[in-house]
């Protein structure tokens, strides 16, 4: 089946760095990619829609120059954590939609990367 | 908007008894989808079914079986002789067609199956 990769699964780093992550396809093209967020023991909040060759498109409340979305390929977006503050410690998740299936294509999730900033 | 909701944040049972697991969804698209997705603790998403909104039949996987009553806005998930394996959050979620395509999630249920 589909596979989406994360890279990293995990992250330490100190306060103030910038932290990249990538999300990959890794057998089928993705125009769309979604970057969700996940604190402990909460729901996955929807971060961003990562559209490749264009601007991502942010969800309310999400700080657009702290969380760089780049949608470089149709294999790959990342996302930057700049500056990352302990409070920006969570799991971000990726997910990805392959273009053939359109609306009715499943989207497969990456293993997620758990970041923790000290 | 579209919303969803799952009014139960933690359930426990004993292994073997069946559970049921609630969702209720809010849309005002006609074309959408439901999904669940099973959490376990290493935190991967695993896929566990896909409905459309033009489908109600109720399906059944194995020991999984899904409720979808578009009257009711439900989409419940039961699973029936519980073992201690699918102790995990189990998450409801939906994609409406006109708001590209992304997925909402409702807030989790915690499913413990006690030996």
């Known amino acids: 089946g589909a596979v989406v990769s994360q890279h990293p699964s995990w992250v330490i780093c100190k306060s103030g760095t910038s932290v990249k992550i990538e999300c990959r396809s890794l057998d089928f093209q993705a125009t769309t990619m979604f970057w969700y967020r996940q604190f402990p023991k909460q729901s996955l909040m929807l971060m961003a829609t990562?559209?490749?060759?264009?601007?991502?498109?942010?969800e309310q409340g999400v700080e657009k120059d702290k969380f760089l979305i780049n949608h470089a390929s149709l294999t790959l977006s990342t996302l930057t954590v700049t500056s990352a503050h302990p409070e920006d410690s969570s799991f971000y998740i990726c997910?990805?939609?392959?273009?053939?299936?359109?609306?009715?294509?499943?989207?497969?999730f990456g293993e997620g990367s758990r970041l923790t900033v000290l | 908007a579209q919303k969803v909701t799952q009014a139960q944040t933690e359930i426990s049972v004993v292994e073997k008894e069946d559970v049921t697991l609630d969702c209720v969804y809010e849309t005002r698209d006609t074309t959408y989808y439901l999904f669940w997705y099973k959490q376990p603790p290493s935190g991967e998403l695993v896929f566990l079914i896909r409905?459309?909104?033009?489908?109600?039949q109720n399906e059944i996987s194995g020991r999984y079986s899904w409720n979808f009553q578009k009257s009711t806005s439900s989409f419940n998930f039961t699973i029936t002789a519980s073992q201690v394996v699918d102790s995990a959050v189990y998450f409801c979620a939906l994609r409406e067609m006109d708001s590209s395509y992304k997925l909402i999630f409702g807030s989790g249920t915690r499913l413990l199956v006690r030996p």
């Open positions: 997910s990805a939609s392959a273009i053939a299936g359109g609306f009715t294509g499943e989207l497969f």
């Open positions: 990562s559209n490749e060759g264009s601007k991502a498109t942010y």
């Open positions: 409905r459309n909104s033009f489908d109600e």
